[in-house]
């Protein structure tokens, strides 16, 4: 090789190096060795109950990855902060873990009105926002914006598709509404209204309460005494449970369907014998429900194992979530940046193992989204209908 050769080699390679250099400095919580990730959860609030089996599925992941090398010889250093399921403390979370901790991304945060506020943030400061525990798309994908994804489905389809089937199937006529009195709500009385257009009929009673509500007496007297016979709960898990519980114990023998944050696996384990009986409609299969494959077998056992007492199905959930931001991570490449991140996850495709329908991150949403209807059998949701797709 001749020395000019040999000098623009070096020159390139030096350029090389140092845009590469330039990058990741550029890039907030990017380093030769870390990816800092954060999310905020309620763990002090209403829904804090759910609250471990999310992280323990986000933890085991990342272990997972961080045991094996990381990530392009990076590891994943997860952030935890407490939004109590109130939307100023999920801003105070999300500047603190963006402004002063620099978090590359905000993941998996929890709830709807918490997850929205802090996603206004993140979106200040170009942090991707990604998998929220939230049934409102649409106020995550505001037009002209990226790196926005979107896993749990639009909760007024999905309480549609399952109020919808309940109806066809048993034949219920006069319908009542028990609703958070929020966005989450709103969307519940929205996926009510289509599938009671759809069969013909017209809403015959609605309840709402205050999120952090307990008391829910004024509201079920007021459903008994408009005679209806299929009560829907647009409620999360203890709303839920003392919705259901108050229901039965006034001595009232309405059937009863709560929407996706209800038919959670807490539910019938916190509630016990007193939710036998109650529908819900859920996104995703429950493992340990006896339609497991060998996989998802494998992977149940080893969670039990490793987090006694710790209920499956939504960690199950924030494992495949976790999987599938690792695959878009890797996907990425060594030069990780915003742009390199969102280009990879935009288009990805993932299959779990839990018997869902191949997903597509499909402008920042997944597709397509799927419904089924359960009924609390004992001490455990089982699936009472076929899969409904969108």
Known sequence: MTFNAFKKVFVACTLALGTTTTALSDTRGVSEDEIIIGTHLDLSGPVAAAMPPLVAGIQTRLQEINEAGGIHGRKLRLLIEDNAYQPKQAVRAVQKMVTK???????????????????????????????????????????????????????????????????????????????????????????????????????????????????????IAKLKAADVDLVVLGTVIRETIGAYSSIRKVGWGVDVITTIPGRSQVVPLLGKSAMDGLYGVGQWNIPGTGNDSAAAQTWLAKFNEANPGVPAENAAIAYLMTDWLVQALEAAGPNLTVESFNTAFEGSKYQDIFGSPELTMTNGHISPEVASVWKVDGLGWVKVSDDITN
Do not use: C, M
């Open 101 to 219: 901790d620099q978090a590359f991304l905000i993941f998996s945060p929890f709830g709807t009105g918490t997850s929205a506020a802090g996603y206004a943030f993140a979106q200040k400061f170009g942090v991707p926002h990604v998998f929220p525990w939230s049934g409102v798309p649409a106020i995550f994908h505001p037009k002209g914006t990226e790196g926005s994804f979107t896993y749990v489905e639009d909760y007024a389809w999905a309480t549609g598709a399952g109020v919808d089937w309940i109806i066809k199937d048993k034949g219920f006529k006069r319908i009542g509404v028990l609703y958070q009195d929020d966005a989450f709500g709103k969307l519940v009385l929205a996926g009510v209204d289509e599938a009671l257009k759809s069969n013909g009929l017209t809403l015959v009673e609605s309840a709402g309460y205050k999120p952090g509500d307990v008391d829910f007496s004024a509201q």
